[in-house]
Each structure stands twice: as structure tokens, then as C-alpha cells.
């Protein structure tokens, strides 16, 4: 499966883009004495432009843009958001020599219900569709909890949901959450179309399970089951900042108020998002009090290695994944117990 | 190159350029409208943030022939004439909510979005709306004040309050 994303991003520069201070120097510094051209020997043109060249596609629809990735593979990249391709294009880490604008595709964006409370979000929906949404309020309130922590209202307002999840930044929130959720991600090309889990989803950092030929079209919700409930915690140094560490939880009880499902995802701990599943499963068949969630907080702890970064030490992000697994799952256990009808 | 169109503040503007201009630079070497600022082409201060059919996005995250089509408004677009400011700006003025002034023409576009959706925001909502626009000079609490009084007397205007 060839990978779509930025190859030889190392996490040093990874960090530095994600860097909120001194970053345009200390990338440019990381990039002048690596692998990439250095900045300031660029001519000066006339009107200055930082991306490389290349060549632009408005997409006349959908077969259109697949035919267009179809004929130019790895060389060719789409353009939704712009939310995180754009950036690495001004810095020059990506370089694609196509770019398939698919903005012109009204079709792609739009919430659709499928069946009781499941929901399907096109490619081209933005975080501000998903934030406004009452649907998304009702039905998925993992994402809608997760949503208002991604960037800044002017990145929401642009910044889709697919393109989120098909760059596939360690230290975003929504892949977490697309595994606590059990999205199911449609793919599509001018082979056909398949649908991948999200947990086959996201294979490296800026890596995902995306072919050469493929785009990510829509986003499958299954509706949350009956009796369940989530929450969405994060850390960051300021509002909007990648999660030095986050985790989603959902929680399913059965009539007796005992756990019979549990999901745990964290960001942030390693090149995917990574499930908890020590922690979840300890905690099926078990009343989720104040104890039982301690006790997966500190199996959570166990279960990662996070590799540390500009913002928290690896010991800091280890110590947050179990403050935020507990106070995850404690929340999530008070809203499944109120979603039954009993007292939270 | 391409030829493009593009409609800022109400005004049609035809140059032609390369598919990978930034926006940000487009409107301010091909259109000499240099209200709006570069700060860190990135996406991460806010100090090219514009209203892209009344939305605040960031001009550095946009390529100019994307803009076709849309209906933009920058800095100089807020006044109604020459010599004018208009509300926000007023407020901006009242309350020395700018220092050097950098990062105000992107705090002003932002605002104005958010305004027009919150009218009678609470403070938090403000810093919350504010996240996205770096200053450092002013430490934001002028800004803050100035959205509150531009929101207040807004509301006064509205209602022939006193």
C-alpha cells in the first residue's frame, strides 16, 4: 500500500511546524542544514511566492479529480482545507507538482443521517459545518466534544474533517477520535471504491492506507449505541494547540448499569492514533465508579510509550494519559448513566 | 499564470498570476492592498486573516486563483470612506487596543466575523474568538475591551438605547 503524505518528515520537523514560537526559524534552521534546499538561496522574483511550483487542477467533478490523481499518483495532491497542506507547501516539506483543488465539488460536503443516529460527513465538510451542526450534537457527541479543540476558529472555518484524517498528524485530535468512534473511512478511485476501519486507517505519522489513486471521500459514524457515553479531554499549552495529550472515551452500559463496551483512544503518544485497549478492557463487565476508572487510568499509563516533544517530556505525556483516561472515563461513565435514565 | 478575477471590498481586481500565490501576497503586491500582514505564512498567527464570503480564514493559507468567485473583505474594506473608521475601529481607538498595530488588521477581520454572529458576547467567548490572532505587544486586554465596547454600543445603536 503505497502511502500518501510527506515522506522523510522526521519528527524533529514535525515538531517544528507544530512549534509555536520561533518557528518559522528553527524550521528554517532544521531544513538549511538537512535534507531539503535551503530557503535563502532563492532568486527574488518580482512578487515573492514560498511554494514550489505547480500545476493547478480546479475539479470539474469527482470522476474528473480521481482521473486526475489516477494519471499523476504520489505527484498529486488534493486541496480541501488547505488547513495543513498549505503550510507545509509555504515551508516547501511538501512539494506536490499537482494540486486537485476539490473546493469546486459542492457534493462532497454535507452531514448526512444514515439510519437511526449513524451519520455519513462528505470529504469536503469543514470543522465549522461539523461544530454547528445539531445533528453532530445530538448524535455523535464524541466529535462534537473533540471538534472546538482543532486549531482556531479562521482554521475551522476552512479545515475539513477528511483532510484532517488523510494527513494524519499524530498530534491531532480527530484520528483518536475516529477510532473511539469506530468510523469507517470510504476511499475512492477510478478502480472502485472500498472502505477501510479506522484502526487500518492510520499506518505511520503522515501516513495512512490512502493508494496513489485514492481519495478519501466520506466519513462513516455508526450511530452510538443506546445507554452510551462519551467525552473528549485534552491538554494544551493554549487554546488551540496541538494536544500535548488527548483521549476519547466511550462507554456503553448495560440495564444494570454495568459496562459491556468500552473505547479508549489517546493522540499524541506515538506516529498513530492509539487505542487503550488494556484499559478498556478492563473495564468491561465492571460498575465504572471512581476506582475502576483510577484502575484503567493506570493501565492506560502501562500501555503507552509516548515519545516526548517541544511541549511535554515523554514522563509529562505518560502522566497525562492517566489524569485524562480518568477524568475521560469518569465523565463519559456520568453521561451513560444519565443517557439510561438513571441518576449521572 | 493564469488571468483571475477576484472581487475585494466590493471592487473587481483582473491580474494574472501563478497558481501557487499565495493570497496573502497577491492582495498585497498585486493588489496593493497591504492592510492585511505577514506574520509567520503558516497559519498560525493571524496576522493575514481576512473575510472569505464573511468568513475569517488566513490569506497565507489560500492560493489566490482559489479566491475566484468568492466575495473578499480586507482591513481597508471596513470603513466607509477615507478618514473613517468604523465601529470596531472606533472602539480600537478608544481603548488603545493597538500598539505597533501588526496584528490588528487581522484581530479587526476576525472580529467583524464574530460580532456579526455574537452580538452580545461574554469575555470568555472574546478570548475564545480571539485564539487565533497573536499580538505582542498589547497582552490582549485592550483588544478585549474594545470588542466589548464595540459590541455594547452596537447594541445601543440598535435599540436607540442611551
Known sequence: MVAQGIVQVSLVIANGLRAQHNTALQVRGVMTAGAHAPLRRQPRAPVRMKPAPFEYFAAESLAHALDLKARHGDEARFLAGGQSLIPAMNFRLAQPAVLIDINPLPQLDGIEAEGAGGMLIGALTRYRSLERSAQVARHQPLLAEAVPNVAHPQVRNRGTLAGNLAHADPASELPAVMLASRAILRVQSVRGERRIAAQDFFINLFTTALAADEMLTAIELPALPARSGCAFIEVSRRRGDYAMMGVAAVLVLDAAGVCVEARLACCNAGPTPMPLAAAAAALRGARVDAAAAADAAELARGEVDPPGNLHASAAFQTHLVGVLTRRALVAAAGRARANSGAAP | ?162
Open chain 2, 1 to 162: 499564470m493564469k488571468t483571475i478575477n477576484l472581487v475585494v471590498n466590493g471592487k473587481s481586481y483582473t491580474r494574472e498570476v501563478e497558481p501557487r500565490m499565495l493570497l496573502s501576497d497577491c492582495l498585497r503586491h498585486a493588489l496593493g492592498l497591504t492592510g492585511t500582514h505577514v506574520g509567520c505564512e503558516h497559519g498560525v498567527c493571524g496576522a493575514c486573516t481576512i473575510l472569505f464570503d464573511g468568513q475569517a480564514v488566513r490569506a497565507c493559507l489560500m492560493f489566490a486563483s482559489q479566491a475566484q468567485g468568492h466575495v473578499l473583505r480586507t482591513v481597508e474594506g471596513l470603513a466607509s470612506g477615507a478618514g473613517q473608521l468604523d465601529g470596531l475601529q472606533q472602539a480600537f481607538r478608544d481603548t488603545h487596543a493597538l500598539q505597533c498595530g501588526f496584528c490588528t488588521p487581522g484581530i479587526l477581520m476576525t472580529m467583524t466575523e464574530f460580532l456579526a454572529e455574537h452580538p452580545a458576547p461574554t469575555e470568555a467567548q472574546v478570548r475564545e474568538a480571539l485564539s487565533g490572532n497573536l499580538c505582542r505587544c498589547t497582552g490582549y486586554q485592550k483588544i478585549v475591551e474594545a470588542v466589548m465596547l464595540a459590541a455594547s454600543r452596537s447594541r445601543h445603536a440598535a435599540t436607540g438605547a442611551a
